[in-house]
T-cell receptor
Framework: EAAVTQSPRNKVAVTGGKVTLSCNQT?????MYWYRQDTGHGLRLIHY???????EKGDIPDGYKASRPSQENFSLILELATPSQTSVYFC??????????????FGEGSKLTVL | GDSVTQTEGQVTVSESKSLIINCTYS????????LFWYVRYPGEGLQLLLK?????QKGSSRGFEATYNKEATSFHLQKASVQESDSAVYYC????????????FGSGTQLTVMP
């Protein structure tokens, strides 16, 4: 069974602090993604990656960095966290390209609260 | 840009009754986008429920059905008889080449099935 695991599952941070959300996948998928989910909004794409060493900006990248050191791991970094970044973050992996890009496998989500 | 609209944020249905969750989309591509329904059960990550890539076709899974209606730009999710275990959040999504095939999600519909 394909698996995507996120850590931490819950995090409380202070404004101005650094937060790192980690994601590990055992699917051997090339593509990995970070989304955030807020009430009233669909999942919005923050950063994604096509493979180790690559990161691409999604629709809402401001205030976030991403790192893909290996095929399995993809991190989302908030250098200076702000209350507006309070949200639930989802990591996903996918093998597809082109027409098959939309078939993704998601982690359980990481709830971040910035005070 | 592309967008997906789910008008109902919450739907409550009694067990064994029928269900319809509305989804309409707008896509900028001159071709037809791929359409998806994802589901998030409590405590779990999103998982693909069904996918349709050809206009006019129907997708089905776990008793749910959705028909790709290109004239109405709709992809409504239906089930003839819901069960309590269907309680979850349902997300409509699309991908198309103008957006590099990245998924665009609707805001989600929380389904509660009453026993």
């Amino acid at each position: 069974e394909a698996a995507v695991t996120q850590s931490p599952r819950n995090k409380v941070a202070v404004t101005g602090g650094k937060v790192t959300l980690s994601c590990n996948q055992t699917n051997n998928h090339n593509n990995m993604y970070w989304y955030r989910q807020d009430t009233g909004h669909g999942l919005r794409l923050i950063h994604y990656s096509y493979g180790a060493g690559s990161t691409e900006k999604g629709d809402i990248p401001d205030g976030y960095k991403a790192s893909r050191p290996s095929q399995e791991n993809f991190s989302l970094i908030l250098e200076l966290a702000t209350p507006s970044q309070t949200s639930v973050y989802f990591c996903a992996s996918g093998a597809g390209t082109g027409l098959n890009t939309g078939q993704l496998y998601f982690g359980e989500g990481s709830k971040l609260t910035v005070l | 840009g592309d967008s997906v609209t789910q008008t109902e944020g919450q739907v409550t249905v009694s067990e064994s009754k029928s269900l319809i969750i509305n989804c309409t989309y707008s896509a900028t591509s001159i071709g037809y986008p791929n359409l998806f329904w994802y589901v998030r059960y409590p405590g779990e990550g999103l998982q693909l429920l069904l996918k349709v890539i050809t206009a006019g076709q129907k997708g089905s899974s776990r008793g749910f059905e959705a028909t790709y209606n290109k004239e109405a730009t709709s992809f409504h999710l239906q089930k003839a008889s819901v069960q309590e275990s269907d309680s979850a959040v349902y997300y409509c999504a699309l991908s198309d080449p103008s957006g590099s095939w990245q998924l665009i999600f609707g805001s989600g519909t929380q389904l509660t099935v009453m026993p």
